[in-house]
C-alpha cells in the first residue's frame, strides 16, 4: 500500500511510512497495518 502510493519513490516511501506510525500509535497497535497506511496516504493527499 505505502509503496504503490508513492510510486515507489524511496523519500516518499520513507515519508508516508512516518505518517503511518502516528495512526498506529493512536490506535494502540504495534504493528502499522493497512488502515494506518491507508489512514496516512489519505492525510498526504489533503495535504497535498
Do not use: W
Not at 510510486?7 to 497497535?29: D, H
Not at 496516504?41 to 495535504?47: C, K
Request: proline content about 4%; cysteine-free.
Amino acid at each position: 500500500m505505502i509503496h504503490t502510493g508513492r510510486r515507489g519513490y524511496p523519500r516518499a516511501i520513507n515519508s508516508l511510512a512516518v505518517r503511518a506510525l502516528p495512526a498506529t500509535f493512536i490506535t494502540g497497535k504495534t504493528i502499522v497495518d493497512e488502515s494506518a497506511a491507508r489512514t496516512a496516504v489519505s492525510e498526504l493527499i489533503a495535504a497535498e
